[in-house]
């Protein structure tokens, strides 16, 4: 409700402000082991669908979409030293290869760049 009342007529706005959020998320992930990151991953990807369920704007959803994945990437212990956050990786780059096809081609271009930055990273 609070998206469409206040958030809905600036989306750039919303998209920063989430993104600040998944930052502090990252931030607070409790790194002792790999089966808390996991929890934590996979509970800060929750809310990053939850957000952009509210948003319904494929732009929205790969914009979240690659900042979870640069923080994923960013992640200490790495997370390619675990198979299962691994695969969750895999699985988001996958989702927004998919939704980058229905895209226009400007916006396909400057996303596919960005992408492409976070996996060889």
Do not use: G, W
Not at 52 to 67: Q, R
């Amino acid at each position: 409700m609070t998206y469409l009342l206040y958030e809905a007529s600036n989306e750039p706005a919303y998209v920063e402000s989430v993104k600040r959020e998944i930052e502090q998320l990252f931030a607070q992930v409790n790194n002792r082991n790999y089966y808390f990151i996991k929890k934590s991953v996979r509970k800060i990807l929750r809310a990053i669908k939850k957000y952009i369920h509210y948003s319904k704007k494929k732009e929205t959803e790969v914009e979240l979409l690659l900042c979870f994945c640069c923080e994923l990437k960013k992640l200490s212990p790495s997370m390619e030293e675990n198979t299962a956050l691994n695969n969750i990786y895999i699985r988001q780059i996958e989702a927004i290869k998919k939704i980058l096809h229905s895209l226009h081609e400007d916006l396909q271009f400057d996303y596919e760049r960005e992408l492409n930055k976070i996996i060889q990273s």
